[in-house]
């Protein structure tokens, strides 16, 4: 009965929404925490593991009990709306105080209608997609149970050895930025002062704070080290945006920062999170990160539970250091009180902004889900999105393919269903998307013929293999010799009238714990690829990876390369309108391509040297260069080809002479000289010439999508504010100081369409 009553009372109390005055939340939160005793507040900090995909080395237990006691904040991992409220019973109805547990899930990239790996999602630069791909992915969660998401990744990082670069958006910071506020619009709602309102908005989780991204030697979890200039200008900004967007969460990295973890830095999750930029949501470690602490070097378990505490985290994910710690602390004066209610009352908060008190259940509508998750009207969307974001790095006229013929598919990536929706998607349904093999038959249904073989195990390396095929996205390992496979897919070859060769990576040989130091298309695969070629046949390269590849070979060999990353779950049929041009492709890198590892980091919006490379030139001593290769990558930040031809006209810009807190206009002229629709993406580049630190040679400040038909012209504008010519200074300070800016605007980082003003 005290139960029932203290729910009555929620709803009375509580709104709908956080629409409603903060004084009533306040209000609310206050008469609930009074009621509380230390543990239940503390359990409140408490996340566990549920459902059946486990990261790391710790799982939970007697979980159902704990919610019982009160020491459950929320669950994340389990699925399903029947299994949710299940649970969520136990919480309302058989603990004292009946609070409601958030249930938090990877929702990464999609929940059963998978969207591109985020690498390739970025690839799109189409804003309103990658809102759009938020949005239908809190539509499925929500409907399912689900009311957090631990997404957007928005860690900038410039070394494609670390494998999770294909769960961020690559290594530009001002794109980062704008992603990370398109995803956060999605998942929460549009609008900050409506977030979270309505039953198919979730809690999103901006990750991983801070500066994951940049591990040493590009090994995961490694330590990183770096300048507070170079955070503040390059890879703070990401966060920070999400933050502004409203993100109701925040998940701490595994990295040490000024040789402090990041989950017991204070100046991380305090001073620079909430009294710099404001944020009032609650922080949440990432799995084990608190007992992590521990192997960093800086203290036992209550000693790293008392630091991560009072540094600012809020909920502890899996490490039951709060719940097996905190207390003991509290009593030896090793924590506040304060401390303990400040957390407790900022995870309360996100369920009251929920709604979860008002209605624990709102988010298990098992029926909806029914008709909602993975239904036609969204896999159409993801089919295009996903087609939208492949880049197509080279083509010597052989694309698109004719429904002609007869098409030799050959590789290991050919007819694999499970690798389709690529890595972090864990809800998807991985015995329903289409294999390539079958998109293309279904495509050229009785006007062509498609040929296939796999020609080559992923790798010739069994353990590696095993290695990068984890989580049931097994290839099917081919017990043949390489040679009998070979021979095969030449038997193939030579009935083809062309060739598509799908190789590269696994969907999990890219991710969390996928770091490579050989970042080239395994052994046997490349062995298969000059075969195929020398055959003298048309080959098309159809590129899986979750990371830039070196392509020395590739590049300069075969005839089209189409880099498609993993296209999420529609990935196959998207490939087949690609690649017969129903939809010609528009995707730009968002990650340089080096030509080898040994140029890694390798970023377009680096810095000069005092002896700087002379442009146009290969080596020369006492200069920065490499005796080896030049400093050039293979594919530069933001290149993609298309099907058609663009022509930009000079840059023409409104003033020479800008007045302090003054903005300028740079504008042009985009024309399609070819002879079918198409869209490019126009960008817009700045450098600060001179400054009181120095700056990169160039950095993305703008850039739009733009559709042309065959001769259509357009005129492309972007102003130029003083937000977008300020930076950090030495003393950390935003500031747009005055002298020379170059303004850029063209296809890639590269472009020499270039004007210049004076900020006075």
Not at 142 to 164: E, K, L, N, Q, Y
Not at 352 to 372: H, I
Not at 661 to 690: F, I, P, R
Not at 732 to 747: K, M, Q
Request: hydrophobic fraction near 40%; include cysteine; glycine fraction near 8%.
């Amino acid at each position: 009965m005290y139960r029932k009553l203290l729910f009555i009372s929620a709803l009375v109390v509580a709104l709908a929404s956080c629409s409603g005055p903060k004084s009533e939340m306040d209000k609310f939160i206050d008469g609930l925490m009074s009621k509380m005793t230390v543990e239940e507040k503390i359990g409140q900090l408490n996340l566990p593991v549920a459902g059946d995909i486990v990261t790391g080395q710790a799982k939970s237990s007697n979980v159902s009990e704990r919610i019982r006691a009160g020491e459950v904040g929320g669950l994340f991992n389990l699925k399903g709306a029947d299994k949710i409220r299940d649970v969520q019973r136990i919480a309302v109805e058989e603990s004292r105080l009946g609070i409601p547990i958030l249930f938090g899930m990877d929702v990464i990239h999609g929940y059963e209608t998978i969207f591109p790996i985020p690498l390739g999602l970025s690839c799109s630069w189409d804003m309103e997609a990658v809102e759009l791909s938020a949005r239908i992915a809190a539509e499925e969660a929500s409907s399912d149970g689900i009311c957090w998401t631990f997404s957007p990744m928005v860690d900038v990082s410039r070394d494609p050895r670390w494998g999770r670069v294909s769960e961020g958006s690559g290594e530009d910071t001002y794109l980062g930025c704008r992603i990370a506020e398109a995803m956060v619009r999605g998942y929460q709602g549009p609008d900050k002062e409506t977030q979270l309102t309505r039953d198919d908005q979730i809690l999103a989780c901006v990750k991983h704070f801070a500066l994951y991204g940049a591990p040493e030697a590009g090994r995961d979890y490694s330590t990183v080290d770096m300048s507070h200039l170079r955070m503040y200008n390059e890879y703070f900004p990401p966060y920070k945006a999400a933050v502004d967007a409203g993100a109701a969460s925040v998940m701490a990295s595994f990295n040490e920062v000024d040789g402090i973890p990041a989950t017991g830095s204070h100046w991380l999750m305090t001073e620079v999170l909430r009294d710099e930029w404001g944020f009032d949501g609650f922080v949440v470690t990432d799995y084990t990160g608190i007992f992590e602490m521990i192997a960093h070097g800086v203290g036992d378990f209550e000693a790293v539970s008392v630091q991560a505490l009072k540094a600012g985290i809020d909920m502890d994910m899996v490490s039951e250091g709060f719940v097996g710690n905190v207390k003991n602390a509290l009593d030896k004066g090793l924590v506040s009180m304060k401390e303990i209610d400040t957390a407790c009352r900022r995870i309360l908060e996100a369920k009251y902004r929920l709604g979860l008190f008002e209605d624990p259940y709102k988010f298990c509508r098992a029926e909806q889900a029914a008709e909602e998750v993975y239904c036609q009207e969204h896999r159409d969307v993801a089919r295009k999105i996903a087609s939208e974001s492949f880049v197509l790095l080279k083509n010597e006229g052989v694309l698109p393919l004719k429904k002609q013929g007869t098409i030799g598919l050959i590789g290991p990536l050919a007819d694999t269903r499970s690798n389709m929706p690529g890595t972090w998607s864990v809800a998807a349904r991985f015995d329903v998307p289409k294999t390539i093999r079958e998109g293309l038959t279904e495509a050229v249904a009785g006007k062509a013929k498609v040929l296939y073989a796999k020609g080559s195990n992923l790798t010739s390396d069994y353990d590696l293999e095993i290695r990068s095929t984890m989580f049931g996205r097994e290839l099917g390992r081919d017990n043949r010799t390489d040679a009998q496979l070979l021979n095969e897919a030449l038997a193939v070859a030579r009935q083809s009238d062309v060739i598509v060769a799908a190789l590269g990576e696994s969907s999990e040989m890219s991710g969390e714990s996928s770091s490579r130091t050989d970042i080239s298309i395994p052994d046997v695969q490349q062995k298969l690829l000059k075969a195929l070629v020398a055959t003298g046949k048309p080959v098309v390269l159809l590129l899986f990876n979750g990371r830039p590849l070196t392509l020395n070979w590739e590049s300069e060999n075969v005839p089209a390369i189409l880099d498609v990353w993993f296209g999420g779950s529609e990935t196959a049929d998207a490939v087949a309108d690609v690649i017969f041009g129903d939809v010609n492709p528009s995707g730009k890198l968002t990650m340089s391509f080096p030509k080898n590892v040994g140029q890694v980091p390798l970023y377009y919006a680096a810095k000069n040297t005092g002896r700087p490379l002379l442009e146009g030139r290969w080596f020369e001593k006492f200069r920065s260069n490499y005796l080896d290769v030049d400093n050039d990558p293979l594919y530069p930040f933001g290149y993609g080809l298309s099907y058609t031809t663009f022509e930009y006209s000079p840059i023409s810009i409104s003033a020479t002479e800008v007045a302090a807190g003054g903005s300028v206009t740079a504008e042009v002229t985009v024309t399609n000289t070819g002879s079918v629709e198409g869209k490019e993406v126009v960008q817009m580049y700045l450098q600060d010439v001179v400054g009181t630190t120095t700056r990169p040679v160039r950095e993305l400040k703008g850039f739009e999508k733009v559709s042309l038909a065959p001769g259509e012209s357009k005129v492309v504008k972007f102003e130029i504010t003083p937000e977008l010519m300020s930076h950090y200074n030495s003393n950390l300070e935003f500031v747009a100081e005055p002298g020379e800016f170059i303004v850029s605007v063209g296809a890639d980082c590269r472009t020499k369409n270039s004007a210049s003003f004076i900020l006075k």
